[in-house]
């Protein structure tokens, strides 16, 4: 597999440190992030999932542990919005130019607002999707926030 990709070329520009590691993408899966995490030996809340999601109607991106579920109400608040919803996985793949288990947050096509997760910013590195599937990125959340100008609030339901 090719590692470059949208996601590396954006980083690559942003002149963001990444590492890249490959795993085997298994197709069907119905929790690509903790797959991933798996397969890399990582632990499932190191591994940063990311969804597409609307607020108010409006695309947004936000950036969660992969062992976590996203509160709608903690995004709403987040983007300043009323409600948020999940975004249909054609609408998210025409949007970002990823395909669904593939989609990162990084050099997607259309720019929209990023939240990433706050309880994230306190590891050392995040592992995101690489915009390949089967592809990751290692990076520091603090660097991965500040390429792609997102603020990290709280999103994620409580344990």
Known sequence: MSKASP????LTRAKVPFRTVEY???PGTERVALQAAEAVGLPAGQLLKTLMVEVDGK???AVVPGDRSLSMKKVA???GGKSAAMMAPE???KLTGYHTGGISPFGQRKRVPILFEAEAMALEEVVINGGKR?????LSPE???AALGARAKPLCADL
């Open 7 to 10: 996601a590396t070329s954006f």
């Open 24 to 26: 085997d993408y298994h």
């Open 59 to 61: 695309p947004a991106c």
């Open 77 to 79: 608040a987040g983007f």
């Open 91 to 93: 609408k998210a793949e």
């Open 134 to 138: 089967g592809l990751l990125l290692i």
């Open 143 to 145: 660097a991965a926030c």
